[in-house]
């Protein structure tokens, strides 16, 4: 994106024009450049992304969502529903994954980039403040099977201090929090879950 600004530009237009134009499902694009100048940029093939099948798909209890603290919304895209510790760093991720092999662990950003994949692979869960349902955060959440919410224009997310902000509430590292992979909504707190029926 930084290093070849105009390359990245045509790349973002192409995928607009196949999902959003001509309706097609998110798709994997293989491409190749001889020059920053997108008179030589060619596209070798595209193929529909593979999303991985979930095992089991999980929704908020009803009594103890109604009663949660709401913070705000954002766009599902990936997974049911899940509670688990904020964190903003791989350290973080190893920190609780050695404190507290049992919970899950959602992983805060303003946005992700290709670097991030460590730490969202091992985290469970993604939440990002911008993004849409073919952001790199989604895309990647889908392909990793896992539960992830993208473009929560309210939350303000401060990686280095560590905290994040969403609906005046300011959440650190090792808090929990609630998020709905599929409507989008977010939650203070650990609300329990249950299993649902797939259709």
């Known amino acids: 994106e930084s290093l070849f600004p105009e390359v990245y530009s045509q790349m973002r237009e192409w995928a607009k024009e196949l999902v959003y134009n001509r309706k097609w499902s998110p798709q994997e694009i293989e491409f190749t450049f001889e020059s920053p100048d997108i008179k030589d940029l060619y596209s070798l ?3 529909n992304m593979v999303i991985r099948e979930r095992e089991k798909v999980y929704s908020f209890d009803i009594e103890e969502r109604t009663s949660a603290k ?3 919304h954002g766009i599902g895209v990936s997974g049911g529903a899940m509670a ?3 964190v903003f760093s791989l350290e973080e991720i190893q920190h609780w994954r050695n404190a507290e092999p049992g919970a899950s662990l959602v992983l805060i950003r303003n ?19 911008r993004g849409g349902s073919t952001s790199h955060a989604a895309i990647v959440a889908h392909r990793l099977g896992k539960t992830c919410v993208v473009g929560c224009a309210d939350l303000v997310c401060m990686e280095k201090q560590r905290t994040c902000s969403l609906d005046g509430e300011i959440l650190k590292t ?4 609630s998020i709905d992979g599929m409507g989008g909504s977010i939650y203070s707190g650990q609300i329990k879950i249950k299993e649902i029926e797939r259709d």
């Not at 090792?174 to 929090?177: L, Y």
């Open 45 to 47: 093939q595209t193929r």
């Open 70 to 72: 709401f913070l705000g």
């Open 84 to 86: 688990g510790r904020v």
């Open 111 to 129: 946005d992700t980039v290709p670097d991030d994949i460590k730490e969202v692979n091992e985290a469970d869960g993604l939440l990002t403040a």
């Open 174 to 177: 090792g808090d929990w929090i």
